[in-house]
């Protein structure tokens, strides 16, 4: 039986938009924003008309896939984002879902296969055990939402870089494509999934994954918006072919960055 596919809903405009111009206003953006970064710049790079909803919702999404390429144009694979102390994590840490906490999936650890596919040499399932004694590696990071907060967390794991040296992934394949128990699904681009920050979590702030952050697995990485951070991961896979994501395909920014 298929899983029901939750009801997506509009796309958030103003979120949209300030998603892109937060983006292409950061210090090492602006020579670029300042040619583009006004209404008519944008629309004409975007071919679009602004004069009513469905060409301004047009409009932003053009503007979004424009600043994909900027992002991953300006990308340092080994830039490292900033980290902190314990004492500034937030406490609580909040659940974040498409969903209310109390409809978050219950994942068995105990029966948990994870599944691995695409452009991999070795492709069988991976228990939680397997993966756990995989070497470790922990961080305390920055969340940042694009609903405009933020929330600092200990995540511990191993080097997503580490696992899929292991699966024998084609690292020159475009993408990484997530699926999860909740339903989301989720991609990212290649240098970011070898990027050294970038973690597949088992732990939260020293003890196992809650369910609220993504037991039994959550992707970690602070380089990226939170909604690029895909929880209750069940199978990775590799491709060249674009995956797109449950927000994504909705309009929002692909490329995501932090």
Same mark, same amino acid.
């Given at each position: ?11 958030? /405009? ?96 105990? &029966? ?41 967390? /200990? ?14 992934? &084609? ?12 339903? #989301? #699904? ?73």
């Amino acid at each position: 039986m298929q899983p029901i596919k939750p009801k997506r809903p509009n796309i958030d /405009r103003e979120s949209l938009l300030i998603d892109v111009r937060r983006e292409l206003d950061m210090p090492a953006r602006r020579l670029f924003g300042k040619r583009i970064l006004t209404l008519g710049g944008l629309a004409m790079l975007t071919g679009c008309s602004l004069s009513d909803n469905t060409s301004v919702e047009n409009f932003l999404v053009k503007v979004s896939r424009i600043n994909d390429s900027v992002q991953a144009w300006l990308f340092d694979p080994t830039r490292l984002a900033p980290t902190y102390t314990e004492a500034q994590i937030t406490r609580p840490f909040p659940f974040n879902g498409f969903y209310d906490e109390d409809e978050a999936p219950i994942v068995d650890g105990s &029966d948990f296969r994870l599944k691995v596919s695409g452009l991999v040499q070795n492709k069988r399932p991976w228990t939680l055990p397997e993966l756990s004694a995989l070497p470790k590696a922990e961080q305390i990071t920055r969340h940042i939402c694009v609903e405009g907060w933020s929330a600092i967390g /200990r995540w511990g794991g191993t080097p997503f870089s580490e696992f899929l040296k292991r699966v024998g992934a &084609d690292t020159s394949a475009r993408y990484v494509g997530f699926k999860c128990a909740d339903n #989301y #699904y989720e991609s990212i681009d290649m240098p970011t999934a070898l990027h050294p920050q970038t973690l597949l979590t088992f732990t939260y702030d020293g003890q196992q994954l809650p369910t609220k952050y993504g037991y039994p697995m959550k992707l970690r990485m602070p380089t990226k918006l939170g909604y690029k951070n895909p929880k209750y991961v069940t199978e990775i896979f590799v491709t060249n072919t674009y995956p797109g994501g449950y927000w994504v395909d909705q309009g929002y920014n692909w490329f995501g960055g932090s």
